[in-house]
């Protein structure tokens, strides 16, 4: 796989592909009205959940973890990932643990990623770049604009994909990691949510939407009192050589107002060579 320009070519799933995630799939043959209300969550659901980008960006940042579960052909492997995000500046740092490979080898080096408005930084991409050397990936040039590839969704991807939903409703109050938040299940449009996004996300979840095999995207969201997004799981559905696969993806946001320091990399610092895999 050649890298010009610094950026990737070949099948979405490019930083699995590298680490081994590919081996393993591979190996396997719209309402308008006043905002909800904050206690019951019944006033206006599509509109509470259509506004958790813009609550999300008042509250600045939060610590963040993510994971990303495939699935074809009866087996799952699983991707999960911990870290900090600015909804202001759309910018994060998140370590990326992948699986156990198919042999039952030891879990690979964690993968450090950068993530900035149209492009993912990642560290330990894998075999062919040198161990000090960043790979930077242009985010609007992937089918699924880097809601998968990076093994984890880009949190404001995954919060701004909610702008596109419809059809949602209030399921009920629930606790998580105790605190009472009101969950919301629907499906969200992608094309639609790229239309509306924010302009430093809007490129990447336009290539999603000509990427994916469908636009509908069905998702589990939670809001606290605040109306910000605490938990969101997306379910999507993708092509991958020709297969099938279940990707289920969920994001979980806490302790908000936490420091983020996302510095990006020099330019020296970015490989442009050929990468193995």
């Known amino acids: 796989m050649a890298v010009q320009q610094h950026r990737l070519r070949g099948a979405a799933f ?28 019944d006033a206006d659901p599509t509109r509470a959940v259509r506004d958790a980008s813009a609550v999300l960006a008042a509250a600045g940042t939060s610590k963040a973890r993510t994971s990303m579960e495939m699935a074809a052909g009866g087996t799952r492997v699983t991707i999960r990932g911990e870290g900090a995000y600015d909804f202001r500046q759309r910018a994060g740092r998140l370590k990326v643990l992948l699986p156990s490979d198919a042999s039952g080898a030891e879990g690979h080096t964690p993968i450090t990623e950068l993530l900035a408005p149209g492009a993912l930084y990642m560290k330990n991409r ?4 040198p161990a000090d050397k ?8 992937l089918h699924d604009g880097n809601l998968v590839t990076g093994g984890a969704t880009d949190p404001a991807a995954a919060v701004e994909l909610l702008r596109g939903a419809r059809g949602v409703r ?13 969950h919301y299940r629907g499906t969200t449009d992608i094309g639609r949510a790229a239309r509306a996004a924010s302009p430093q996300v809007r490129g990447a979840l336009a290539a999603a939407a000509k990427g994916f095999a469908t636009d ?21 559905s993708y092509l991958n050589q020709g297969r099938t696969v279940a990707v289920a993806s969920t994001t979980l946001l806490f302790a908000f107002g936490s420091p983020v320091d996302v510095r990006l990399p020099d330019a020296r610092d970015i490989y442009a060579g050929w990468i193995e895999g």
């Open 216 to 236: 509908t995207v069905p998702f589990d969201a939670y809001l606290d009192d605040a109306g910000r997004l605490r938990k969101v799981r997306h379910r999507f």
């Open 170 to 182: 209030y399921v009920g109050q629930v606790e998580l990691a105790g605190v009472k938040v009101r």
């Open 134 to 141: 960043w790979v930077r990936i242009d985010t609007t040039t």
């Open 126 to 129: 894998g075999a062919g770049v």
């Open 14 to 41: 490019a930083v699995a592909a590298a680490v081994g995630v590919t081996a393993l799939t591979g190996s396997l043959s719209g309402c308008s009205g006043g905002r909800a209300d904050a206690r019951t969550g």
